[in-house]
Nanobody, 115 residues
């Protein structure tokens, strides 16, 4: 079993930036993909961005050009740099990691975009 811990959420003004971090620990061998998802009240959890162990990235259309996912393999950490934040980005952001046959989730970190 792997454990994921997110950090970096908080309150930011529209147009501002935040960087989220996700530290993976425990049984992290052969994790092949990590990603960020978000869930706003009353809505389903949705994909934000993913990154493979080889560095291939994928983004949801609503964040493309504003958010950047990256990873530091040596530190077992994945990041989400969020720029040009909008009020509609307000959500709980969850880290995800995938192995063959296993999916892991972090506890989430709240991002609030408001004046």
């Amino acid at each position: 079993q792997a454990q994921l811990v997110e950090s970096g959420g908080g309150l930011v003004q529209p147009g501002g930036s935040l960087r989220l971090s996700c530290l993976a620990s425990g049984s992290i061998f052969r994790i092949y993909s990590m990603g960020w998802y978000r869930q706003a009240p009353g809505k389903q959890r949705e994909l934000v961005a993913t990154i493979t162990s080889g560095g291939m990235t994928n983004y949801a259309d609503f964040v493309k050009g504003r958010f950047t996912i990256s990873r530091d393999s040596a530190k077992n950490t994945v990041y989400l740099q969020m720029n040009s934040l909008k009020p509609e980005d307000t959500a709980v952001y969850y880290c995800n990691a995938a192995k063959t046959g296993y999916i892991y989730w972090g506890q989430g970190t709240q991002v609030t975009v408001s004046s």
